[in-house]
């Protein structure tokens, strides 16, 4: 069939960058690693080399561009612009259409190796050919993630963006919307996830992909010192990138934090979700590699550490990326990726790159230099190697808890982890963050090789007294009374003091050399910024609405909600709130709450929040929070449940529809309410004037008698109940103020029961819903520490970078 | 002995406590017969909602309790009832992971998961409005 206004050439030229970019990286590593050979013939493999590499590069920009274009000219025959865009998104979200999908995210991690090698080709010099040959080969196996060719019938490599048709794709081809030669122009897009329209989401997953991209350099270093056998030359050159590893992944760790925080609605910022840690330990096998690699530059020890650590960091990038991508988590983490049936090949990746470190450890083992005489434990060499450890058993805890599916999925067990997932890894982590703090804090006290204890107890003995002081104060403040909250407390309140204090006395206030003091202050104060908003955290939407009439007791009760109806004030936390209605902007639903305060009976607006819900009706709704940021803690509020079914027929209804009809059976003097009144059945009446109501003589008619109370007044409603040639046509009764109809259904002669019914305009039917509000004490305390601690690391690498180039 | 050898014993045994504290605070998943089987432990259950059966929430009465009826994936059918509000788009859920204990008839879960393809999977291509 002739298909009208598709855009295949695009798609043709996309793949033959993509087919261009794998065989380009493949020639690169190739050639790179003849050019390692010292011989007569490595200079030309190196040009070889270099040429293929900027081909390679240069085919990467062209993808890019390329679905670039694609995206934003809505050629949503192609299956991936199709899942990821539509016409009504709005044009700066259009990069975050590279991250949602697996392959755009590929693509982003491809690009950051691209502009690595290239700054690596120009600053590697006698490093190049070995680092870049294995940067090369990192790049083939990416680039293969992107082919999407078929081997051997049924198995297929990588999955392409520029060749899947929609209207080919397996599961849509058949649609009948293809029988039409012209459905281009009817044709739009499922549009990006709610949860990504969101301007974190445009930083975080560059930052977290370029922050992985860097583990890549102390890496191929580390590999390329294995393979030339020089032990020690790589540590110096390897160090800027590896920093820089540390500050942009953690940069972008932490704007992953911030944006739970800001957009989802668990309440806080880390919930130990597997993605989460997937990223988190490999940064803390960086951090162990980078300073294991900066004291062995001075003093060669623990050397096959670094090594490891250097490697080990770069295959738990590649572990992360194999269990968030390849569908193992499935029910375990609610952020998990589908499988895309790249599962084994990221295992294959996976397991070269691991093996392909370990061989070579192996194999140098023996030919590694060794200092003979041991650490003296007055040595920062010493601590620095223990700090190193701690990070690694740290990480080691973290990732055998997290890899359950996997171990699930090798031994056939089926554990799930448990209900209280937050707080099983604090008590593993506390202990260990505790012990890091400590030798952040009394590190740089340390000298090189040896200090004089006294020595060493003198300079550190006022920031010790300082620290206790200001932990006592704290706690008393806070009224902590956890013994192991308090101790880390103190360790993290140490770790800056005695930070702040080494850059005013051992440095002399020389702002330029305390970049790593500065980075360990704002590690101290992100520590505490989340051990106080954490321990301390309070749910204050407690349900105060008391408008139950059975009271359902149950012994898991959960009291973390609030029911707001539309018009009431409630008392929540130090406020009371108000909900005032709901307002439609575009897709977004908010819900206005006043916060108010009240003195002497008259109540004072302080502020409004609105959390609102994202509608979306193909992929879900998605609520998203509010919060009110004060100096000392944020009061966070999110919608746990809004009954958005019936917000198109809250629109619509008109003054005089009424909703299905209550019915209700009823002795005399018994009592009801609708929403608004209370009701009372009276008393029947059977003597009355039937003619006024259009009642033929011979039919049996009761009146009955219903009072109808609201605050201010008393109704009569009197429904009538009529047989009319042996079937019932009861006449209906209104109450027109309060919006409420009656209908007389049955009676029982026998015990004076009757059966009314009773019915509520819908307009009577007050909006409400159901929120859930924190407050996160002392939590900017947490965000000053994330802004210090990228300060400090950068600051740091400037000067490094500074003081190698005056060389 | 040499203070790396120390070094060393310290991580082994600590990297062992690790694995053993894991392995112990893990729950298990189960269905519903071998939940109530066990009625005083906490099991996470795997299965679908059973969207024949009526769902009730009524905040207005208590915004904490939410019931249904929930099939496990060994076919079991339980009314279920869960202490929390009603999870946002629920009747879209394709998979639902409970945490929870049986109690008599009833399974009451203090935690749910849910899966809803309509984000990654689902909607066929449509005309544009």
Redesign the interface.
Known sequence: MEYIGEHLVIGKVGNVFVILSFVFALLASVSYFFAARDNAEAPSWRNIARWSFRIHGFSVFGIVGTLFLMLYNHYFEFEYVWHHSNKEMPMRYILSCFWEGQEGSFLLWTFWHVVIGFVLQRKAKEWEAPVMSVLSLVQAFLASMLLGLFIFGEHRIGSNPFTVLLREHPDYGAIPLFQNADYIKLLDGRGLNPLLQNYWMTIHPPTLFLGFALTVVPFAYAIAGLWKRKYTEWLKPALPCTFLGVAVLGVGILMGGAWAYEALSFGGFWAWDPVENASLVPWLTLVGAAHLMLINKNKGQSLFTAFALAILTFVLILYSTFLTRSGILGETSVHAFTDLGMSGQLLIYLLFFLLLGIVLLIVNWKHMPRVQEEESIYSREFWMFVGAIILLVSSFQIMFYTSIPVWNKLFGLKMAPSKNIINFYNSWQLPFAFLVTMLVAIGQYFKFKNTAPKEFMKKISFPVIVSVLLTALFSWLLNYTNFLYILLMFSSIFAAVANFNYITHALGGKIRKAGASVAHIGFGLILLGALVSTSKKEVISRNTSGKSIENLVEKMSNNDNILLTQGDTLPMGNYYVAYTGKRFEGINVYFDVDYLTKENNTYTKEFTLSPLVQTNPRMGNVAEPDTRHFLTYDIYTHVAYAPLESVKQQQEATKDEYTAAKNVSMHKGDTIFSSNAIIIFDSLSTQFDKSKYGIGADDIAVKAHIRVLDIRKKYEATPIFVIHENSVQPIASKVDELGLQFMFWKIDPQDGKIEISVQEKKSNIKDYFVMQAMIFPYINILWIGCVVMALGTFMAIIERLRKSSSH | M???HI?GIV?IA??IG??L???N??????SFREASEAPDN???V?GKLDKTKEAV?D???????FSFYMIDNAGTEKKV?L???????FE?SE?I?L??KAEGDEF?A??I????P???????????N
């Open positions: 040499k203070k790396i070094l991580i600590v990297a690790a694995i504290t894991t392995l605070s893990t729950s298990t998943y189960a906490e099991f996470h795997v929430y905040p207005k009465t208590d915004a904490n309790v009832i202490h929390k509000s009603k999870p946002q788009d879209r998979q992971v945490i929870g009451h203090s935690e998961l849910m899966k809803c309509s984000k990654y999977n689902d909607g066929k291509p449509q005309a544009s």
